[in-house]
């Protein structure tokens, strides 16, 4: 028990009592369940292929690409309350994914491909892969959760895979980009791109064998291009081919910031998607090469699409934390260029705030118990130490609310009055840009500014940059100023130091207008000729 204990431990259990109970708990529930079956037929030079992809990723510690060709296999499908032999098709597979965790044990994962109208569930393209390389319940839940805000979903869930007859147990099924998965999300047809990460991985693996790690320049966010699945279908279809050269010039154009953001971007979704992954404790999806986007040829927009969430983790730092910093920048990656849009920024506040409702919360988890209890019975059958650990989305809720809930936005200092408009310099302090909504005068009036002024975030290990603000007024008696996060519905305010902070090159101004002033004390001995200072022999009071 005790070497049980510590070996359980040492995947990150909290302990083989737990694991019991969750055991006996969870296990019997999976006897009601009948999910549905894929069995698979390789023959002998399919499987030698296969045997060779893996052979080769176990020794290079990463899955080689070059020679990871599909096989052809025959696909048995069996539904539950479905007749004998129901979903059965031809089709392709090639083993899956880039890193080692898809090829350990018996359980591979598959990319699988089926021929004309064969399909599994109603996808053409889909993976089967071991539960845990998307963290078991954990993508199910963030998938369900997408699919409730209106953004295009995968279809994921569970079930039972056979190959060659032998039983691989449970596996986790995730459909792959192609037009059913815009079909079934209510989308009109339209490419599904990317920036190719072809070269971003060349860069994370080179030199896992050899260990010759050098800085390349190719693997960056900036060098990549944008890529489309199903190219060559696209290529054979003019109207495809007009939309998907729309979608580059669009990204191209973001890029290098002749577009904003939002006028590339559906905002709501991108701001909804953003939100969602600090609930979700999902930051390790904010890769650039992990994130899918559908092109929308009627609103010429780009939208996110829900993919590998990489969740469940605690949100102590939120997405947008010291991101927005001022003016967009050519070297900024995908994700800062997102949050320093101040339309994207408002869309991700107002839903953060949503999300981090508990009654929004609870509400999720009641429309979904009968899927949620289904999908997890199926995965108890083989991991009932699985359980979805609500307490984990209940704690980012209340970091959320704290991380939005800040004590001060920024210091604010009167410069005073210029005519008839009376200036503050305002220091940022915080990690999110906050948004300045009017100046309080001694008598109770209010001012506004006499522009739409956003505060950005403080740069991390720097000291604030003092933003110049002009309100009009013609006295002198600024008191407090009423700012909020930029996006949140919540006013605070910040009270007025009744001094001056003087602002940018000012402070290198007044440095410079000062003379040296050495000659006026009577202990300092000046000698212009060796230019030197000394401080003269005896006791002096400074």
Known sequence: ????????????????????????????????????????????????????????????????????????????????????GTGDFKGKLRIKGKMTDHVEGKKWSFRVVAKKSGGFLGMKRFSLQHPGTRNYLCDWF????????????????????????????????????????????????????????????????????????VNDAYGAYQAANLDAFSTDDIAKDPEE????????????????????????????????????????????????????????????????????????????????????????????????????????????????????????LDSAFTALKGPLDSAS??????????????????????????????????????????GDTLTLALVPIESLPMQADSLVLSDGRRVAPMKPTVVPCRRIGSVGDPLEVAFLAKEDSATKVIYHVLGSSVRKEVDVFPFKMSVSSAQDELLVGMKPNAQEFPFLAVDDVAKTITIKPGAWKV
Not at 45 to 67: D, F, N, T, W
Not at 316 to 339: M, N, P, R, V
Not at 393 to 402: D, E, K, L, T, V
């Open 1 to 84: 028990a005790w070497y049980a204990d510590r070996k359980i431990k040492a995947y990150g259990h909290p302990g083989l009592v737990t694991f019991a109970k969750q055991w006996w708990r969870n296990y019997p529930k999976s006897f009601a369940m009948d999910p549905p079956v894929v069995s698979i037929e390789v023959d002998e030079g399919g499987m030698e292929q296969l045997y060779s992809v893996v052979e080769r990723a176990r020794a290079a510690g990463v899955i080689e690409q070059e020679g990871n060709d599909y096989v052809e296999g025959r696909f048995h499908v069996e539904m539950p309350g479905a007749g004998e």
């Open 142 to 213: 963030f998938h369900q959760l997408m699919k409730g805000e209106g953004i295009i979903a995968l279809r994921y869930g569970f079930c039972k895979v056979k190959l060659n007859d032998e039983d691989l147990g449970v596996y986790a099924y995730e459909e792959h980009f192609g037009p059913e998965l815009l079909e079934n999300n209510g989308r009109l047809p339209g490419p599904i791109v990317r920036f190719d990460p072809g070269l971003f991985w060349l860069h994370r693996t080179q030199g896992l064998d050899d260990g010759a790690k």
């Open 377 to 418: 019975a199926t995965l108890y059958g083989e991991f009932p130490y699985k359980e979805l650990d609500r307490n984990v989305y209940y704690a980012n809720q209340r970091s959320i609310r704290a991380l939005l809930d800040t004590p001060k936005g920024f210091h604010a200092y009167n410069n005073g009055l210029r």
């Open 241 to 360: 081919t007009k939309y998907y050269e729309q979608a580059i010039a669009l990204m191209d154009g973001f890029r290098r910031g002749r577009l904003k953001a939002s006028d590339v971007f559906d905002v709501e979704r991108t701001g909804k998607r953003l939100a969602m992954l600090d609930l979700v404790g999902g930051h390790h999806s904010m890769d650039w090469s992990d994130v899918k986007f559908y092109f929308d040829p009627v609103a010429q927009r780009l939208e996110p699409i829900s993919y590998e969430s990489f969740s469940a983790y605690p949100t102590k730092e939120l997405a947008g934390a010291y991101q927005a910093t001022g003016a967009f920048s050519e070297s900024d990656e995908l994700h800062t260029a997102f949050f320093k849009d101040p339309e994207i920024f408002t869309s991700y506040v107002r839903n953060l705030e949503r999300y981090s409702e508990k009654a929004w």
